[in-house]
Nanobody, 122 residues
Framework: QVQLVESGGGLVQAGGSRKLSCAASGGTFSNLAMGWLRQAPGKEREFVAS????????TYADSMKGRFTISRDNAKNTVYLQMNSLKPEDTAVYYC???????????????WGQGTQVTVSS
């Protein structure tokens, strides 16, 4: 069973940066596509970014392009989300997700972390 543990959330001022990490265990990390999704209070969960198993392809939601960067280190079983130019509307719980099938990360990944709160103050 794959387990995902996020870290790096917290309070940041608008315009600032934050880097989230997600450590995976219990499976073969290099066999998993990885992603990030988020859910703001009162809103539906939304896709943020994803990365293929070897890291060669990344996908971003339109509102995150140019501000967020997803990356992974297969030697450390960790995926990252670097968030720059943060806005108050980026405030949400950010969830790490994993699935052997890349396309599933946009909607219904097989594995989820517990989430980490990111709050952007104006």
């Amino acid at each position: 069973q794959v387990q995902l543990v996020e870290s790096g959330g917290g309070l940041v001022q608008a315009g600032g940066s934050r880097k989230l990490s997600c450590a995976a265990s219990g499976g073969t990390f290099s066999n998993l596509a990885m992603g990030w999704l988020r859910q703001a209070p009162g809103k539906e969960r939304e896709f943020v970014a994803s990365i293929t198993r070897a890291g060669g392809i990344t996908t971003y939601a339109d509102s995150m392009k140019g501000r967020f960067t997803i990356s992974r280190d297969n030697a450390k079983n960790t995926v990252y989300l670097q968030m720059n130019s943060l806005k108050p509307e980026d405030t949400a719980v950010y969830y790490c997700a994993a699935d052997p099938v890349y396309g599933r990360l946009r909607g219904n990944p097989g594995y989820w972390g517990q989430g980490t709160q990111v709050t952007v103050s104006s």
